[in-house]
């Protein structure tokens, strides 16, 4: 058990960083569990977080799969909150890590520390059932929701009795968005003063959230809070909270994160149901018919005519390449005449004066609302089409399917100076870490952390425990095709079922697109029935997690996936023993984003494609690969079916960046 020390001892006791190397050494705190095994590297990274933290620095941490950062990070992080009577904020990137270290981890370091500590797994507040809310929505059933709603509403009233959780996951079923919309938490309507003393989900969470030592979140919502209007933050928050500090697992999506949430996203789909929660002229239901508000309900239909004029306007002004396309960057201000101002306007001036006209404080508040979220869709619009903000870039999206539906978009191109005067001023405690954070250029993460603006910062690389050059193999194929060739394509299933017979199944293909992944799981479904092997394949009726759940379940199946499959699934044991990367990962220059950072690099006289291109792809290749070797015991092959690494003078640099186990190279 690790001694916390009080404020008295602190003084005299070894530092916190000693006091990590003691408790990871082969005779330590840690090596009396059975399941401990003695790693030298998390051993090491268990002593920078500590000094890291005592010493109030940032850091950037590589390491590698195997080191056990999680435990490297948080013993050191939960001590330190402990005995300072300060508040870790653990963010990450995906729902699974966010679990572990709730219910594996934290939990283990909670015998190891001997102290009670409190951790929350903290969700946005639109996941949490507002019972003031609910009890509203009851009495205006029959003016607000049609008869299938209202048996929805039922359902939920029935659960709200007897969940302890009050949050969408411990829903048994999916209520519709608009039903949800009208009894979940809001920031202005589910606030201390009104639901404090009452049965209010949210306003529990947020009590936990005060006493808590560890608070763990998603990285979208880390950004939401610190930009958030709801609660001023405190004049000596680092953070979110006084005195916290901050634990960044999966680092390497940061970036992409930070410029969705320092941007602008404003959708056609999103604005309808705003308007129609006022009033829907289908089903005659809405706040304004709750009111007896004709003229709102009038002022509502024609904005949603207006609303769709728009639009369709936009979606003609875009000169999409083709009816595949879905973005088109917008580079000149002014693309349509903002001719849903004016309607929108009316919009908002009618919620004003049903607010002031409401018979309780619930339906006013429910009100000024409304106002503010269409008064901030109106912002919005004005915003992207003035181009207000010199740094970003535009642009519209489209989504193909039934629903089409057409959006606007802004981000910033660079976010390095933000996150740097957030993560790197060098006098808060800051980590940043991940399995995957370097392009093969030595120790200092040189790429990485010119991408968020530390480039004055700290960096480590740990490498990973595992024996690759007995646990892997790597195969390439010198006689492949060029990729995006027709005879690239062709050639695909021919290698896929020879390295597939090779593994026995069990193993992951994975493509960089949808289209070209569907094609080859129609041309190989023969090939996997006639073994007896299951194919898996994404987007085909099973979401992600059951996808993994049968993979896992069936030992010899086979997953084709794409993007979301590359990173952040962990598949330990014989289930996975072969990955095949049918193209090396380059990020499609076409989206807005990508071309945007691109050009920002050769205006400033460096080379997009050397300096951008190839370590996004290096990255997520190893992210890719990095799906293989889980565990010590693990085995399995790796293939790569891009003869690029061979043939092109970068290839070496991906090679390079691959962990070193024995390469065959087939002809």
């Known amino acids: 058990m690790i001694h916390i020390a009080s404020d008295a001892e602190s003084a005299a006791q070894p530092s916190l960083a000693e006091r990590m190397g003691q408790a990871f050494s082969p005779d330590g705190i840690l090596a009396k569990s059975p399941d401990f095994e003695y790693r030298k590297q998390q051993q090491r990274m268990a002593k920078i977080v500590g000094k890291a933290l005592e010493t109030t620095r940032p850091v950037v941490i590589e390491a590698a799969t195997g080191v056990g950062k999680s435990l490297a990070y948080l013993l050191p992080s939960v001590t330190f909150?402990?005995?300072?009577?300060?508040?870790?904020?653990?963010t990450t990137h995906t729902i699974n890590l966010q679990e572990q270290l709730i219910h594996k981890d934290l939990p283990i370091v909670q015998k190891i520390i001997g102290t009670p500590f409190k951790s929350e797994l903290l969700k946005g507040r639109g996941n949490y059932l507002c019972p003031q809310r609910l009890d509203r929505a009851f009495q205006g059933t029959p003016d607000l929701f049609t008869t299938s709603e209202q048996a929805e509403l039922k359902l939920i009233w029935e659960?709200?009795?007897?969940?302890?959780?009050?949050?969408l996951s411990d829903l048994d079923f999916t209520p519709s968005p608009k039903v949800w919309s009208q009894i979940c938490s809001e920031s202005y309507i589910c606030t201390p003063r009104r639901c404090g003393q009452t049965r209010c989900f949210y306003q529990a969470v947020r009590k936990r959230m005060a006493e808590a030592d560890v608070l763990v979140m998603n990285h979208s919502l880390f950004f939401m809070l610190l930009s958030s209007t709801e609660d001023v933050l405190p004049e000596d928050a680092n953070f979110l909270y006084p005195k916290d500090f901050l634990i960044v697992d999966e680092a390497h999506t940061?970036?992409?994160?930070a410029a969705?949430?320092?941007g602008?996203?404003?959708?056609?789909?999103?604005?309808?149901?705003e308007l129609q929660r006022l009033f829907n002229p289908r089903t005659k239901k809405g706040q304004f018919p709750h009111q007896g508000d004709s003229i709102g309900c009038r002022a509502v239909t024609e904005a949603l005519d207006a609303m769709e004029m728009f639009f369709r306007a936009v979606e003609g002004s875009s000169h999409f390449m083709n009816q595949q396309s879905r973005e088109f960057r917008v580079r000149e201000t002014g693309l349509v005449d903002n001719t849903l101002a004016l309607p929108l306007h009316r919009v908002i001036e009618r919620t004003k004066i049903a607010g002031d006209a409401a018979k309780n404080e619930t339906s006013r508040l429910e009100f000024q609302d409304l106002t503010r979220r269409l008064a901030s869709v109106q912002a919005g619009m004005t915003a992207f089409l003035d181009q207000s903000e010199d740094d970003h870039v535009y642009w519209v999206e489209r989504s193909n399917g039934e629903n089409k539906s057409v959006s606007l978009h802004s981000a910033p191109i660079d976010v390095s100076p933000q996150l740097s005067k957030l993560f790197f001023r060098g006098d808060k405690a800051c980590i940043l870490t991940s399995a995957t954070l370097g392009v093969g250029e030595g120790e200092d993460l040189s790429y990485f952390r010119q991408r968020v603006g530390a480039t004055s910062t700290v960096a480590v690389n740990i490498a990973s425990p595992f024996d690759f050059e007995k646990q892997m193999r790597l195969y390439l194929v010198k006689s492949m095709p060029a990729p995006g060739t027709k005879e690239h394509e062709a050639a695909l299933p021919k290698w896929i079922e020879h390295f597939l017979d090779l593994s026995q199944g069990r193993a992951f293909v994975l493509f960089t697109s949808y289209t070209q992944m569907t094609r080859i799981a129609e041309q190989m479904e023969e090939f996997c029935e006639d073994r007896g092997w299951t194919l898996l394949v994404q987007g085909r009726n099973l979401p992600r997690h059951q996808l993994l759940a049968e993979f896992r379940r069936d030992t010899h199946s086979i997953l084709f996936g794409t993007e979301s499959f590359w990173t952040g699934v962990d598949v330990p044991g014989e289930a996975l023993s072969n990955v095949i990367i049918t193209k090396l990962p380059f990020a499609v220059p076409d989206h807005p984003l990508t071309a945007a950072r691109l050009e920002h690099i050769e205006e400033s006289g460096g080379n997009p494609f050397t300096e951008y291109s190839v370590p996004e792809a290096i990255l997520k290749l190893r992210q890719g690969v990095g799906r293989l070797i889980r565990t010590k015991k693990d085995q399995g092959i790796c293939a790569i079916l891009d003869n690029r690494v061979l043939t092109k003078p970068y290839g070496?640099?991906?090679?390079?960046a691959l962990p070193p186990c024995p390469v065959e190279i087939l002809s």
């Open 254 to 257: 940061i970036e992409n994160v």
């Open 81 to 90: 909150a402990v005995e300072k009577k300060r508040k870790a904020i653990i």
């Open 652 to 656: 070496r640099a991906f090679l390079n």
């Open 260 to 262: 969705r949430a320092f």
């Open 264 to 273: 602008l996203h404003l959708s056609e789909s999103s604005i309808r149901f």
């Open 159 to 167: 659960w709200s009795q007897k969940t302890q959780d009050g949050s």
